[in-house]
């Protein structure tokens, strides 16, 4: 079932380069029961975008083929048996897709409010990298006060917030970068010590710096042979979580110091979990992180802002690396 009226969006007319990506016009969704319809003011992209424009991350079953996993905007229409939030409420909220557009629907439970302060394109840079960070970082790594977290692609959307959310909660944070204006920005963040793997050997600097121990917990999102030498910077009981391969998905590893350090090897994808899985994440972002948030002690890296009809360019950004933090669509800039 569809809205009678029709909205623009971008979808993938086929696997391949950003210029695939084309303006459409679509039917406006209908929220289902327990969901919110937005009207969508901006929308992140991430790096699974790229991969499903490429055709090889397609959305699961039942989600919509337009590109786009979070989205700020104000509520549009609420679905039966949601509570909680009215027609004109400013929300952001994470997707499995249908972001690129100018409506989109999304289950309440994935649904935040948007910080008091942030703009709506600061808001649609929050979900996807604040709710995998919180999970892989906090829940899967179980990063605690004192510890040591060692972030690899530092000023990456995800990278920033790790960053960011490691110092605000009491870690010391290293992290690798390339360049010396990528590491400068890591500083800034709060990153104790920015690595430049083009010059540098991350684990002989983290080794230094930890008088030898190493990192308790490693986020990486770049694989490859990242991996083993990820193992060898890691301490005694450390956890290597994998949640990217952008050097690739298969890595030689020797297990010899896995067992002699007692490590835990784990990874994990969010977009297709369960929705009470990720409105756990919710509770808890809600809870403990957006009043950080609110407070300007931890803040979303906006790097640049696209109209939603340029989307290919802003994957050609997003492919080149040059960024620092988030790229985001403005989607009211695209309406007819």
């Given at each position: 079932?569809?809205?009678?009226?029709?909205?623009?969006?971008?979808?993938?007319?086929?696997?391949?380069?950003?210029?695939?990506?084309t303006?459409?016009?679509?039917p406006?969704?209908v929220?289902?029961?327990?969901?919110?319809?937005i009207?969508?003011?901006?929308?992140?992209?991430?790096?699974?975008?790229?991969l499903?424009r490429?055709g090889?991350?397609?959305p699961?079953p039942?989600?919509?083929?337009i590109?786009?996993?979070?989205?700020?905007?104000?509520?549009d229409?609420?679905?039966?048996?949601?509570?909680?939030?009215?027609?004109?409420?400013?929300?952001?909220?994470?997707?499995?897709g249908?972001?690129?557009?100018?409506?989109?629907?999304?289950p309440?439970?994935?649904?935040?409010?948007v910080?008091h302060?942030?703009?709506?394109?600061?808001?649609?840079?929050?979900?996807?990298?604040?709710f995998?960070?919180?999970?892989?970082?906090?829940?899967?790594?179980?990063?605690?006060?004192g510890?040591?977290?060692?972030?690899?692609?530092?000023?990456?959307?995800?990278?920033?917030?790790?960053?960011q959310?490691?110092?605000?909660?009491?870690?010391?944070?290293?992290?690798?970068?390339?360049?010396p204006?990528?590491?400068?920005?890591c500083?800034?963040?709060?990153?104790?010590?920015?690595?430049?793997y083009?010059?540098?050997?991350?684990?002989?600097?983290?080794?230094?710096?930890?008088?030898?121990?190493?990192?308790?917990?490693?986020?990486?999102?770049?694989?490859?042979?990242y991996v083993?030498?990820?193992?060898d910077?890691l301490?005694?009981e450390?956890?290597?979580?994998?949640?990217?391969?952008?050097?690739?998905?298969?890595?030689?590893?020797?297990?010899?110091?896995?067992?002699?350090?007692?490590l835990t090897?784990?990874?994990?994808?969010?977009?297709?979990?369960?929705?009470?899985?990720?409105?756990?994440?919710?509770?808890?972002?809600?809870?403990?992180?957006?009043?950080?948030l609110?407070?300007g002690?931890?803040?979303?890296?906006?790097?640049?802002?696209?109209?939603?009809?340029?989307?290919?360019?802003?994957?050609?950004?997003?492919?080149?690396?040059?960024h620092?933090?988030?790229?985001?669509?403005?989607?009211?800039?695209?309406?007819?």
């Amino acid at each position: 079932m569809s809205d009678s009226r029709s909205m623009m969006a971008v979808e993938i007319a086929q696997p391949g380069v950003p210029e695939v990506l084309t303006p459409v016009r679509r039917p406006i969704p209908v929220p289902a029961a327990g969901e919110l319809r937005i009207a969508v003011a901006a929308a992140g992209v991430n790096r699974p975008d790229v991969l499903q424009r490429l055709g090889k991350y397609n959305p699961p079953p039942g989600v919509s083929d337009i590109p786009g996993l979070e989205v700020a905007g104000t509520v549009d229409a609420v679905g039966e048996g949601v509570t909680g939030w009215v027609a004109g409420d400013p929300v952001c909220a994470l997707l499995a897709g249908g972001g690129y557009a100018e409506h989109c629907t999304a289950p309440a439970a994935q649904c935040l409010p948007v910080p008091h302060g942030l703009s709506m394109a600061e808001a649609a840079a929050l979900p996807e990298t604040f709710f995998t960070v919180w999970s892989n970082v906090f829940e899967r790594g179980g990063l605690q006060p004192g510890e040591a977290l060692l972030v690899h692609g530092g000023t990456s959307g995800i990278g920033t917030t790790a960053i960011q959310l490691g110092a605000a909660f009491g870690a010391r944070v290293f992290a690798t970068a390339r360049g010396p204006d990528k590491v400068r920005a890591c500083l800034d963040l709060g990153a104790e010590r920015a690595i430049d793997y083009g010059t540098e050997d991350f684990v002989a600097v983290v080794r230094e710096a930890t008088g030898g121990a190493g990192v308790n917990v490693v986020l990486d999102i770049v694989g490859g042979d990242y991996v083993a030498r990820s193992i060898d910077a890691l301490a005694v009981e450390g956890r290597y979580v994998c949640i990217g391969f952008v050097r690739g998905a298969t890595a030689t590893v020797n297990f010899f110091p896995v067992m002699t350090k007692r490590l835990t090897l784990t990874g994990s994808t969010l977009r297709a979990r369960p929705v009470a899985y990720k409105q756990a994440l919710a509770d808890q972002l809600r809870a403990r992180v957006w009043p950080l948030l609110e407070a300007g002690r931890v803040k979303p890296v906006v790097h640049e802002v696209f109209p939603l009809i340029h989307a290919a360019e802003a994957h050609r950004l997003m492919e080149s690396n040059r960024h620092v933090g988030k790229i985001v669509l403005a989607v009211g800039w695209a309406g007819e």
